[in-house]
């Protein structure tokens, strides 16, 4: 899927056989971004800087890991790497790159001693195009979805792209999608797949230590800034929320960032909505469903 957006570039790092892998999102310069995390369990790395009251008002690029925290490492490279061309906020004896990082829970589904580390950051960001891959690759290698009706019931999940375009206005969600819950196509919600039961019984519940979070980024070539972006990603949100049976679970530590790279005019309410779609289809994309 192309991403669309005039110097959005993504790249993956992929381990097929840990079953873990992570995705580097690069910005251009001048890209503003925010973001939030509605889950109970997130894994995050600089993530407070995105609060619309705080100073740094660039995002250089954005990183999605499996790996648990430990693949929050993958940010060093990233970071490194960005340095080493100049890239980052200036200061008067240092320029600091602007990652952000959010990972995923994927230790239980592969090898758990191999994560993503700074090399695989720094590999992720080389390999970083207009064009990336979907599915089980980078962040999205090791992602399952379902796991709230017990391990029997769980299947692949992956990443997932979709851009939408109104006009001259461009808005692309990169979704890494590992969901406690179920993903549905619209049509046959996934709450009446279980004799119309919405909680599972006892033996088919949750298990504590399962791979679980949706973690991704939407990013508009719109003018918005850090508070638009946060509007932007509650926007995601919702549409993790439409796509996703039950949604933001303590289990799941999903978390959204809305990047903006201040090309185009458009409101909050109509890059917001894009989001929402965008979302969506790219969380039923990436395990294989189209709306129903």
Request: proline content about 5%.
């Amino acid at each position: 899927m192309q991403i669309g957006i005039d110097g959005v570039l993504v790249g993956h790092r992929t381990d097929e056989d840990a079953k873990t892998g992570c995705t580097v999102i690069r910005l251009p310069e001048g890209t503003v971004g925010a973001g939030e995390i509605r889950g109970g369990a997130p894994a995050s790395r600089e993530f407070a800087v995105l609060d619309p009251t705080r100073t740094v008002q660039r995002l250089d690029a954005v990183v999605l890991s499996g790996g648990s925290a430990y693949g929050l490492a993958a940010g060093d490279g990233v970071m490194r790497a960005l340095e080493a061309d100049g890239v980052g906020f200036e200061l008067s004896d240092a320029v600091v790159p602007i990652v952000v990082g959010l990972s995923l829970y994927d230790l239980a589904v592969g090898d758990p001693d191999v994560r993503p580390d700074a090399a695989w950051g720094r590999d992720a960001l080389v390999a970083a195009s207009s064009d990336p891959g979907t599915g089980a690759v980078g962040a999205g290698t090791g992602a399952t979805v379902g796991k709230w009706r017990g391990r029997d019931a769980a299947r692949q999940g992956g990443l997932g792209i979709h851009r939408v375009e109104q006009g001259a206005l461009v808005v692309t969600a990169i979704v890494a999608v590992n969901a406690v819950g179920d993903i549905d196509d619209g049509s046959f919600p996934a709450r009446v797949l279980d004799d119309e039961r919405v909680w599972p019984d006892p033996e088919h519940q949750v298990v504590d230590g399962d791979p679980n979070t949706v973690i991704g980024v939407v990013v508009t070539n719109a003018a918005l800034d850090k508070i638009g972006c946060f509007v932007v990603a509650q926007g995601a949100h919702d549409g993790l929320a439409r796509a996703v049976f039950p949604p933001h679970m303590r289990t799941d530590g999903d978390g959204f960032v809305a990047a903006a790279t201040g090309a185009v005019e458009a409101t909050v309410d109509e890059v917001r909505l894009a989001a929402v779609v965008a979302t969506e289809t790219a969380i039923r994309e990436a395990v294989g469903i189209l709306p129903g």
